[in-house]
C-alpha cells in the first residue's frame, strides 16, 4: 500500500508560478512510476505529467508541455510539479497517483492521493 499526500495548490493569477508536493508514504516509492493528473469541475480526470521509477525519464500532457516540471527526490520520497505560466484553465484539483505501468491512463494508476486545489485567476 501507498499513501500519497497532495500539498501547495492556492489561488495565484494567471501568469504566476506554484509548485505541487507529493508525499509518498508505505510503499517502494522507487518501484513505481509517478503521475500527476487534474479534473476540473464537469470534466473528466486528465492527464498532467508522470515521470519514472528509474531514470527520471518524463512525460507530459501537451498543453502542459514547457509550462510543468515533474521531478521526484528518492530520498525523501516526494514528487513535484512546478507550474509556470499559469493559465485560467489550469483550474483544477490536482492529484498525485503511483502505478506499476509505463501509462498515461487513470486505469492503470493503483494509488491516489486526496487531491489539491489549484485556482488561477485572471
Known amino acids: 500500500q501507498v499513501q500519497l499526500v497532495e500539498s501547495g495548490g492556492g489561488l495565484v493569477q494567471a501568469g504566476g508560478s506554484l509548485r505541487l508536493s507529493c508525499a509518498a508514504s508505505?510503499?517502494?516509492?522507487?518501484?513505481?512510476?509517478m503521475g500527476w493528473f487534474r479534473q476540473a469541475p464537469g470534466k473528466e480526470r486528465e492527464f498532467v505529467a508522470a515521470?519514472?521509477?528509474?531514470?527520471?525519464?518524463?512525460s507530459y500532457a501537451g498543453s502542459m508541455k514547457g509550462r510543468f516540471t515533474i521531478s521526484r527526490d528518492y530520498a525523501k520520497h516526494m514528487v513535484y510539479l512546478q507550474m509556470n505560466s499559469l493559465k485560467p484553465e489550469d483550474t483544477a484539483d490536482y492529484y498525485c497517483?503511483?502505478?506499476?505501468?509505463?501509462?498515461?491512463?487513470?486505469?492503470?494508476?493503483?494509488?491516489w492521493g486526496q487531491g489539491t486545489q489549484v485556482t488561477v485567476s485572471s
Open positions: 497517483a503511483a502505478s506499476r505501468f509505463v501509462t498515461m491512463s487513470s486505469k492503470f494508476y493503483d494509488y
Open positions: 515521470i519514472s521509477p528509474i531514470g527520471g525519464s518524463t
Open positions: 508505505g510503499g517502494s516509492f522507487s518501484t513505481y512510476r
